[in-house]
């Protein structure tokens, strides 16, 4: 009999021996006054909100060494009075299931078009179906409960030494995202921002974030410095455009520091003309620059 047969599962309506009667509103607490190694221990939780079931479940991953992510949710207002509130909600390890274009994929194994469906990026799924929670609003206790819970994975769990790197773990605290926009306007580049920022920090287990993690904040905040400055009709030509035309599509590359390097474009005729001539027209916004290399 695999484990998964062998009560892997919980279900409220089983026996709650050597659990407390007493019944608290968990508000992403952590494990305080439960055993996270003791199965029936969860059997009396209560969470207000779906916010604090997800904070919970995710420092249990933290504890075991897995990560997490929303597998589904639903609203029920047949069974909730009328309310389009989220009735249902599955958590799961984020390494469940497959990606459509894996090579992994069942569904893709003696395919003769596999290849060509695949995406060659980094993996992080990898069929692990057999770790998650499910909960739901128990209308007589006021409250989100955990009605099942599986707790069986196909990988081996995240290494202590590694689980700062996980990422319900890594924020960027409001002053590393301050230093990162100080060495940005100076002209630092992100990995030499990031290596004198975990320096400082006391090394990068200490800092909470990696270099990928500064590189999207400093995107991000780039992006809005777009919306008030030199590229704000640009932008909102572009998303115009995309609304009003289903074929228009546009993107913007970046340099190694993150600064725009090229735009490009194409609205629906654009595409059905190089569909059937295969031109294309680029243009050079480098050929003429000033002494702050701008284009002319």
């Known amino acids: 009999m695999s484990d998964l047969n062998q009560g892997a599962i919980v279900s409220l309506n089983e026996s709650n021996t050597g659990s407390s009667?007493?019944?608290?509103?968990?508000?992403?607490?952590?494990?305080?006054?439960?055993?996270?190694?003791?199965?029936?221990?969860?059997?009396n939780l209560?969470?207000?909100?779906?916010?604090?079931?997800?904070?919970?479940?995710?420092?249990?991953?933290n504890y075991k060494g897995f990560c997490v992510r929303i597998y589904h949710q639903s609203a029920c207002p047949k069974l909730n009075n009328g309310s389009n509130a989220v009735y249902y909600i599955k958590y799961c390890c984020n390494k469940e299931g497959w990606r459509i274009g894996s090579e992994n994929n069942p569904a893709n194994r003696g395919s003769i078009d596999a290849k060509a469906r695949v995406r060659h990026v980094p993996e992080i799924r990898g069929g692990c179906d057999g770790a998650y929670i499910r909960i739901r609003w128990f209308k007589q206790f006021n409250c989100y409960k955990i009605y099942k819970w599986y707790d069986v994975h196909n990988h081996d769990m995240i290494p202590v030494a590694m689980r700062h790197?996980?990422?319900?773990?890594r924020k960027m605290a409001p002053v590393y995202k301050l230093l990162a926009d100080v060495n940005d306007a100076a002209g630092i580049g992100a990995t030499a921002s990031y290596n004198a920022i975990s320096t400082a920090g006391g090394g990068r287990k200490c800092i909470g974030f990696t270099r990928n993690d500064l590189k999207n904040h400093l995107r991000t905040v780039r992006t809005s410095s777009m919306e008030h400055g030199d590229a704000?009709?640009?932008?909102?030509?572009?998303?115009?455009?995309?609304?009003?035309d289903p074929g228009f599509f546009?993107?913007?590359?970046?340099?190694v520091d993150e600064n725009i390097a090229s735009i490009f474009w194409a609205d629906g005729k654009m595409r059905m003309d190089y569909h059937f001539f295969g031109d294309s027209v680029s243009f050079d916004t480098t050929y003429r620059t000033n002494k702050e290399y701008r284009p002319l």
Do not use: C
């Not at 019944?23 to 190694?37: A, H, K, L, R």
């Not at 209560?46 to 991953?61: K, L, M, P, S, W």
């Not at 790197?165 to 773990?169: D, E, K, L, T, W």
């Not at 704000?232 to 009003?244: D, I």
């Open 165 to 169: 790197y996980m990422r319900s773990n």
């Open 250 to 255: 546009h993107e913007v590359e970046v340099d």
């Open 232 to 244: 704000t009709a640009l932008l909102k030509h572009f998303r115009r455009q995309a609304k009003l």
């Open 21 to 43: 009667s007493s019944n608290s509103i968990v508000e992403s607490e952590g494990f305080d006054g439960i055993d996270p190694n003791v199965r029936s221990s969860w059997n």
């Open 46 to 61: 209560e969470f207000a909100t779906t916010d604090d079931a997800y904070r919970f479940y995710v420092d249990y991953g």
